[in-house]
T-cell receptor, first 113, second 114 residues
C-alpha cells in the first residue's frame, strides 16, 4: 500500500545527543515536510523540500538539520543545539506539481531526558 | 500564505451538524482553502479543499463566502469519532510548480458530546 511512514513511533534520548527521525514515502511525491507539534498547539514547520538534494528552512529550523538524497526519504536530525527537543514530530508529503492535499505520517514522539 | 483565524474550541451534540468557521481575510486570488483534522496523537488527515465554489465530499461540505474572506466546514451529522482538532489553511497553487511552504495555525478543537 502507498503511504508515508515515520519510525519509530516513540523515541527516547539523553540530553546532548543528536537523534535522527526517519520519514519514508512510496507515493512518488516530490515535496516533503517536517513539522513539530507541542502539547495543545498547532503544527510548526521545521524544514521542507520540493526536490531531491534541495530543501528550505521553515519557521523553526534552528537546532535541526535535514537531507534529501533520495526522493523517498527525508530524515530529520534533532541536534544538541535544539533547546527544547521534546515534542511530537510529523512528516508529510505531497505531489509538488499538482494541487493535492498533503499526506501525513503517524508521527514520532521524541522525549529527551 | 494568508493567515487564518479559527475559534480555539467548539462543542457539538452527536448527530447534529458541526459548523466550523475560518477567517482568511487576506486571502489572494490564487490561494485555495484546505481543511485537515488531527485526532489526538495521530497525523493530520485531509478533509476537503476549495477555491471559490462550495465543495462537498463524503466527509464534509465546504462553504466559501463570495468575497472568499471566510469559509465554513460542515460535518453534517457529527459522531464521537469526529472529535479532533480541525485546521484551516490557505495555500497557493503554483501553476508552474515550485516551492510550497505549507503552514498550519492552532486550529479548532471540536468536542462532539454524546
Amino acid at each position: 500500500d502507498g503511504g508515508i511512514t515515520q519510525s519509530p513511533k516513540y523515541l527516547f534520548r539523553k540530553e546532548g545527543q543528536n537523534v535522527t527521525l526517519s520519514c519514508e514515502q512510496n507515493l512518488n511525491h516530490d515535496a516533503m515536510y517536517w513539522y513539530r507539534q507541542d502539547p495543545g498547539q498547532g503544527l510548526r514547520l521545521i524544514y521542507y523540500s520540493q526536490i531531491v538534494n534541495d530543501f528550505q528552512k521553515g519557521d523553526i529550523a534552528e537546532g535541526y538539520s535535514v537531507s534529501r538524497e533520495k526522493k523517498e526519504s527525508f530524515p530529520l536530525t534533532v541536534t544538541s543545539a535544539q533547546k527544547n527537543p521534546t515534542a511530537f514530530y510529523l512528516c508529510a508529503s505531497r505531489d509538488g506539481l499538482m494541487n493535492t492535499e498533503a499526506f501525513f505520517g503517524q508521527g514520532t514522539r521524541l522525549t529527551v531526558v | 500564505d494568508a493567515k487564518t483565524t479559527q475559534p480555539p474550541s467548539m462543542d457539538c451534540a452527536e448527530g447534529r451538524a458541526a459548523n466550523l468557521p475560518c477567517n482568511h481575510s487576506t486571502i489572494s486570488g490564487n490561494e485555495y482553502v484546505y481543511w485537515y483534522r488531527q485526532i489526538h496523537s495521530q497525523g493530520p488527515q485531509y478533509i476537503i479543499h476549495g477555491l471559490k465554489n462550495n465543495e462537498t465530499n463524503e466527509m464534509a461540505s465546504l462553504i466559501i463566502t463570495e468575497d472568499r474572506k471566510s469559509s465554513t466546514l460542515i460535518l453534517p451529522h457529527a459522531t464521537l469519532r469526529d472529535t479532533a482538532v480541525y485546521y484551516c489553511i490557505v495555500r497557493v497553487y503554483p501553476l508552474s510548480g515550485g516551492y510550497q511552504k505549507v503552514t498550519f495555525g492552532t486550529g479548532t478543537k471540536l468536542q462532539v458530546i454524546p
